[in-house]
T-cell receptor, first 115, second 111 residues
Framework: DSGVTQTPKHLITATGQRVTLRCSPR?????VYWYQQSLDQGLQFLIQ???????AKGNILERFSAQQFPDLHSELNLSSLELGDSALYFC??????????????FGPGTRLTVL | DAKTTQPTSMDCAEGRAANLPCNHS???????VYWYRQIHSQGPQYIIH???NNETNEMASLIITEDRKSSTLILPHATLRDTAVYYC????????????FGPGTSLSVIP
């Protein structure tokens, strides 16, 4: 158990809809990262927040957005969903803001299915 | 464009050492090498990391070459539960704090 929790575990929705994925980092970890893993694809970095502020952006679509709240939990909002958005979405947390020098602890993921 | 190169897949007999190589020829002097693994559809799990020196913990050993252009993750006594995809990661030097997980190495531990 990494200490990172994600809800919901599974989410099934229709094209065009909007969903919110939630992540609670390890206690006190100020950095939160979001990743997408499609079928047969590697982990794609989406975005990072540190103490409520966006720190780094990866391959995140404009239809997707995220935020980090004062209690450090984070939400990833996915809108105008398409079939290709079906994937596992992972959240990770770390102590510092640096991906390159800090260990990330990953949550169990949310499996999103868009029908 | 991943900055690391790993074999696509490897097999290892149960109880034997699994040696997983990784090439990272463009690594900068202050960039760490990290290893994670992902058991099917679970969240990736941190294994070990290092800068220059060889490292060992309860899970594995990390051997980094003197020129730092490659490394090897060693699982000393592989078990069936070690069957997973193993990712070798270094920071992408051209992009601040972006990280790229390549396709990794799919390790199959065989009874």
């Amino acid at each position: 158990d990494s200490g990172v929790t994600q809800t919901p575990k599974h989410l099934i929705t229709a094209t065009g809809q909007r969903v919110t994925l939630r992540c609670s980092p390890r206690s006190g970890d100020p950095s939160v990262y979001w990743y997408q893993q499609s079928l047969d694809q590697g982990l794609q970095f989406l975005i990072q927040y540190y103490n409520g502020e966006e720190r780094a952006k990866g391959n995140i679509l404009e239809r997707f957005s995220a935020q980090q709240f004062p209690d450090l939990h984070s939400e990833l909002n996915l809108s105008s969903l398409e079939l290709g958005d079906s994937a596992l979405y992972f959240c990770a947390s770390s102590v510092t803001s640096s991906i390159s020098t800090d260990t990330q602890y990953f949550g169990p993921g949310t499996r999103l299915t868009v029908l | 464009d991943a900055k690391t190169t790993q074999p696509t897949s490897m097999d290892c007999a149960e109880g034997r050492a699994a040696n997983l190589p990784c090439n990272h020829s463009t690594i900068s002097g202050n960039e760490y090498v990290y290893w994670y693994r992902q058991i099917h559809s679970q969240g990736p799990q941190y294994i070990i990391h290092g800068l220059k020196n060889n490292e060992t913990n309860e899970m594995a050993s990390l051997i980094i070459t003197e020129d730092r252009k490659s490394s090897t993750l060693i699982l000393p006594h592989a078990t069936l539960r070690d069957t997973a995809v193993y990712y070798c990661i270094v920071r992408v030097a051209t992009s601040y704090d972006k990280v790229i997980f390549g396709p990794g190495t799919s390790l199959s531990v065989i009874p």
